[in-house]
């Protein structure tokens, strides 16, 4: 029992080189499930179930070369929370009522591949720094081998908040997404398209202005049908420096 709902203490945290950590089941924590803080940890075969806030699934918050790999997360926040470099997080199944995918801070050469999404209610990726809004952050990640089609509700597929105007590039290939609805809910049932976006700049006020996203969509499926045309990107605040490719 690491705390209440919105507390921030770790259940597991792992701040030892090169640990190894297999096989276990997290049931119904009270704090996020598993913290990484050191080089070269590993963590496989790894279940985690949990309904409140802040029981975020695999957060690797600092150190290089992790490898997260044959995951099972179904959790109450977002599921695999980075911060790193050199991560690899392969053949992960998520459901979750917040994120799936979300990047924070400084993120550099991390590869996501073979990630399966069954629920996601506050969008696929979201891109955000919640700490001080006076740092601008850079990022490049690869996310290959993405299946999202089995979620009855997606509101949007990539948000960026509070992360500057420092180049950030994200590479997405081979991703089947639903269409997009456009409504956040956590206890939302089977909804209508509603014009969700693939592509959302949250500029508001008092945050620190985020822009200088490059973002590249290799073989990307939107319901079925392969994205072909930049105009076939739905955006909220396109902003000032930010380039599409669409391969």
């Known amino acids: 029992?690491?705390?209440?709902?919105?507390?921030?203490?770790?259940?597991?945290?792992?701040s030892c080189a090169d640990g190894y950590l297999e096989?276990?089941?997290?049931?119904?924590?009270?704090?996020?499930?598993?913290a990484v803080n050191a080089d070269r940890i590993k963590v496989e075969n790894v279940k985690c179930f949990s309904t409140l806030m802040t029981t975020d699934g695999i957060s690797v918050y600092s150190g290089k070369g992790a490898q997260i790999?044959?995951?099972?997360?179904?959790?109450?926040?977002?599921?695999?929370?980075?911060?790193?470099?050199?991560?690899?997080f392969t053949d992960i199944t998520i459901g979750t009522t917040c994120a799936a995918l979300f990047?924070?801070?400084?993120?550099?050469?991390?590869?996501?591949?073979?990630?399966?999404?069954?629920?996601?209610?506050?969008?696929?990726?979201?891109?955000?720094?919640?700490?001080?809004?006076s740092k601008e952050r850079v990022h490049s990640n690869i996310i290959r081998n993405l299946d999202c089609m089995d979620c009855i509700n997606i509101p949007h597929f990539f948000k960026g908040i509070k992360m500057g105007v420092l180049e950030k590039t994200f590479t997405f290939e081979n991703v089947s997404i639903p269409r997009?609805?456009?409504?956040?809910?956590?206890?939302?049932?089977?909804?209508?398209?509603?014009?969700?976006?693939?592509?959302?700049?949250?500029?508001?006020?008092?945050?620190?202005?985020?822009?200088?996203?490059?973002?590249?969509?290799?073989?990307?499926?939107?319901d079925g049908e392969l994205l072909e045309d930049i105009e076939d990107v739905s955006f909220t605040d396109r902003g000032k420096e930010n380039e599409i490719i669409i391969e």
Do not use: W
């Open 180 to 222: 997009l609805s456009g409504v956040t809910d956590p206890h939302i049932g089977l909804v209508e398209d509603r014009g969700g976006k693939l592509f959302i700049l949250d500029n508001g006020d008092g945050m620190i202005y985020t822009d200088n996203y490059t973002l590249r969509f290799v073989n990307f499926y939107i």
């Open 103 to 133: 990047p924070q801070a400084s993120t550099t050469n991390n590869l996501l591949d073979g990630i399966y999404i069954f629920r996601t209610n506050d969008g696929v990726i979201n891109n955000t720094y919640n700490g001080d809004q």
């Open 1 to 14: 029992d690491g705390g209440t709902e919105g507390s921030s203490y770790k259940l597991t945290t792992m």
């Open 69 to 88: 790999n044959h995951c099972l997360l179904y959790v109450g926040d977002n599921a695999l929370v980075y911060s790193t470099t050199d991560t690899v």
């Open 23 to 34: 096989g276990l089941f997290f049931l119904d924590t009270r704090a996020y499930n598993i």
